[in-house]
């Protein structure tokens, strides 16, 4: 279990401390700092912040929690410190109201932010383009990858069908395309080979993979 240290200041100071590198570690903490009361370990790695219903983790490097801390400045925040570097890609964890509409337009497979309305709560909070990694909802259910049909219109008929619930999970992670990438929007993903005549089926519906190829309309699976 890694180690962790949770700083939680209502009015976390936007001086005082000094945030370096990719992920972001603390290196110094100024001696006038409201912060210098705390017995905060330097040298650590800082890539968590939680402020109300929505936690950012796996933050990536230190401009960017720099920039989260200033867009959120004022409010609650929790700041997390790890021992040693989390890897993973970005990730950010909403807690949804509950409403019909979230304020998110969800498309593809797996189900992509599409888009932020203007009018959401999560406006200027989450960019277009992260991927749902799951949905979690008020009973535990969780809808993802592993449990199958999860496309777009499966997530916004689950949101809508629970729309009275509090406590729903929602969470979103960076994915980063790994050499000639192709996304579907289609029940499983296509990610091409170099040569674009090839195509291989990685996921299905949660069923069990096949390795298969796709060459010139002719299907052939591999067992």
Do not use: C
């Not at 009361?37 to 109300?52: D, G, K």
């Not at 509409?101 to 203007?118: E, I, M, R, W, Y």
């Amino acid at each position: 279990m890694d180690v962790v240290f949770t700083l939680s200041v209502h009015d976390l100071p936007l001086a005082g401390m000094t945030l370096v590198g990719t992920p972001p570690v603390l290196i110094a903490i100024d001696a006038d700092s409201l912060l210098s009361t705390h017995a905060i370990p330097l040298n650590w790695y800082a890539q968590s912040l939680s402020v109300e219903n929505i936690e950012y983790s796996y933050i990536a490097d230190s401009h960017t929690l720099q920039e989260l801390l200033h867009q959120f400045h004022g409010a609650p925040r929790t700041l997390r410190i790890y021992k040693t570097p989390q890897i993973g890609p970005p990730q950010i964890t909403l807690t949804l109201p509950a409403a019909k509409d979230v304020g998110l337009d969800f498309d593809g497979f797996p189900p992509v932010v599409s888009h932020v309305n203007k009018s959401s709560m999560w406006h200027t909070k989450v960019p277009e383009g992260f991927v749902v990694d799951r949905l979690v909802l008020s009973d535990g259910k969780e809808l993802s990858l592993s449990s199958g049909g999860f496309t777009a219109s499966n997530v916004n008929r689950a949101l809508m069908e629970t729309s009275e619930q509090e406590g729903r999970v929602l969470v979103l992670k960076k994915v980063t395309p790994k050499g000639d990438m192709t996304s579907s929007s289609g029940p499983f993903d296509l990610s091409s080979f170099r040569n674009r005549s090839h195509w291989s089926i990685k996921r299905m519906f949660g069923m069990e993979e096949k390795a298969s190829v796709v060459k010139k309309g002719v299907t052939k699976s591999v067992d």
